[in-house]
């Protein structure tokens, strides 16, 4: 099927009267929801002929789109960030350009055939075919796997920004972490290596822990702790790395307490998730007397302030040469087929393995 | 006595070869201890001959000396600045200058008669007489009164520069503050009014509370409010005041948290002080999608990290101008004679009043 449309349209559509009416015969599977809700239940998928895309807009087949937390807590109705229904689920995918609307003026230099990633928000991509602003995709280098350009937009970024933005970094600086497991962690873990910063991640202990943190340290970790062990480390006073000079944090409570307290004088612990559900607890005098620094980071928000900033270019830029030479790969996954979204969907926040797995859509 | 000693050192040294044993006859009383704990049992009253001042050095008379919580808390062990014994307490003064040592070069512009405070830390001013290096002194307006000049470098420069380092506080901002009723509280209120920016208060209920905020209101504050006030106050949703864009806490625990609700989007807290004794308090989403900051502020480490810098100057300029012109008054106080000493160490951190008074030492 996808080889079919591509042959269609192919080609410039001013040069072909009549594809807009061939072009109704592409069929979209999208996934709706018009309540807030456990994603299982308010969740339907629909059947719906694909309109042209207009100027300035591109018609994109999907070829992978990511269960992201924030996707099931946004359909849950408990995310900041409220769509209108109907809404349809997902933020991030990576999709081909079937077709560019219009003359092709005002698209950009994207052609047919391109491999393109939304940018921006709340667009919605749970769905196999998608019309999209030119201005809201960004072009994406053939060479990379569609896994890893599918999850791009979020959590590769998520974890540059945090070890960009808070403190300047050099070789051989560390970086502490906990959740060392998630897609965000996982991806933080390879940056480091790329960029000759130690970090050292803390996970819950678990059965497979020794699994854990063999795959942990094959990505690039320099060390991987239960937050039993983080406790007693001597890792840093003992000078086997630098104190850290950034904590990042997804979980809170307790362990993010925990995180804090390693940290170097003036360090800054940058909050990005709270899987714990509990609040981060920061002793006076940390702030007072070592001068520590908390602050949150949310990748929609950076998003929105850096539209059209060279910041964001340089990032991708970045992120597509390290993908290129082997040294950023996607998070523990499962491409699993659209039509069995009900099992997705709701087995998300919890896919069985020694380490977190992400879903990922195929179509 | 002062006059008398006035007379005698009011002339260049270097024109008066016998100074130096004339001297001798001062007799200084020092407040030592010789190890931690509570103030009133290791504190020492001993007296002892005044050495002449070396080159680059100074003798002052001191005219006063507040005891402040810090000064309480490094008696008791409790402060991460560690004396060396015997150590003399106090942080703070006002003195004269009595005479200066050697020829005279190497004490800046410092003349005999010139009104001084000592701006480093930890130098032990509870002392009828005290030699500092001239470099460590700065000289004060002598139209400045003993009790805000004694109090100068700590309350009102914390002050001063948390409302000036952490965010930029246009004319209408609101800042808001718990323990508004302490000697820092009471200057933030001045410098909020003679900077026309909104300074709303939190204390503690007490029955004297109309009392306390007519008079806290009467220092410049936009309100006051209870703790149990503010849980519930409408003041910033419903525009009376603008959202505030800094939060100054000093208490922690359970306020510092209901201060932290009202702050705006980007907002920052600022903790200097944790009269609860418990911990900040972090909601992960605060951090995440309201992008709130929480960072301390300890005077030591910015006197220490800002020694010859411009700022400081600059500080010190603007407050003395708001002293001269009555805007900036010194907190509630109380000038002790030195000799009681234990009345006022141990009574320091919690005299009776409608509002928190200090001590200072008059000799």
Chains 1, 2 share one sequence.
């Not at 960029?195 to 050292?200: D, T, Y």
Request: aromatic share 8%; proline share 6%; hydrophobic share 40%.
């Amino acid at each position: 099927m996808a080889q079919m449309v591509r042959q269609l349209w192919n080609v410039p559509s001013a040069t072909h009267p009549f594809l807009a009416a061939r072009h109704m015969s592409v069929m979209a599977k999208v996934l709706r929801y018009g309540e807030f809700g456990e994603p299982g239940k308010v969740l339907q998928l629909q059947e719906e002929p694909v309109p042209d895309p207009k100027q300035g807009e591109v018609l994109i087949k999907t070829l992978g789109a990511p269960i992201n937390p924030a996707d099931i807590n946004t359909i849950q109705g408990k995310y900041p960030v409220k769509p209108a229904f109907p809404a349809v689920g997902g933020n991030e995918c990576v999709g081909e350009v079937l077709a560019i609307g219009g003359n092709g003026s005002g698209s950009g230099s994207l052609k047919v055939g391109d491999r393109v990633v939304p940018f921006s928000t709340g667009l919605g991509t749970w769905r196999s075919h998608a019309i999209y602003g030119a201005n809201q995709l960004m072009k994406v280098p053939a060479s990379i796997g569609v896994a890893e350009a599918a999850t791009i937009t979020v959590n590769p970024c998520t974890g540059y920004r945090m070890l960009k933005d808070f403190v300047a970094l050099k070789p051989g600086d560390t970086v502490i972490q906990n959740g060392a497991n998630s897609a965000c962690g996982q991806a933080i873990i390879q940056l480091c290596r790329a960029w000759n910063v130690e970090c050292v991640g803390i996970v819950r202990d678990r059965p497979e822990f020794a699994q854990l943190k063999d795959y942990l340290k094959g990505l690039g970790a320099a060390e991987i702790l239960t937050e039993e062990e983080l406790r007693t480390t001597k890792l840093f006073k003992d000078g086997i790395f630098r104190k850290p000079k950034l904590a990042l944090n997804c979980v809170g409570g307790k362990n993010a307490l925990e995180l804090s307290r390693q940290l170097d004088q003036a360090g800054v612990m940058v909050t990005y998730g709270g899987m714990s559900r509990e609040p981060v607890t920061v002793p006076t005098a940390s702030l007072i007397f070592k001068d520590l620094r908390f602050v949150g980071f949310w990748m929609t928000r950076w998003t929105k302030e850096n539209a059209g900033s060279v910041l964001r270019s340089e990032m991708f830029n970045e992120l597509f040469g390290l993908i290129d030479r082997g040294a950023l790969k996607a998070p523990a996954h499962e491409m699993i087929p659209f039509e069995d979204y009900k099992t997705a969907v709701t087995n998300a926040l919890n896919i069985q393995g020694f380490v977190g797995k992400k879903y990922i859509f195929r179509f």
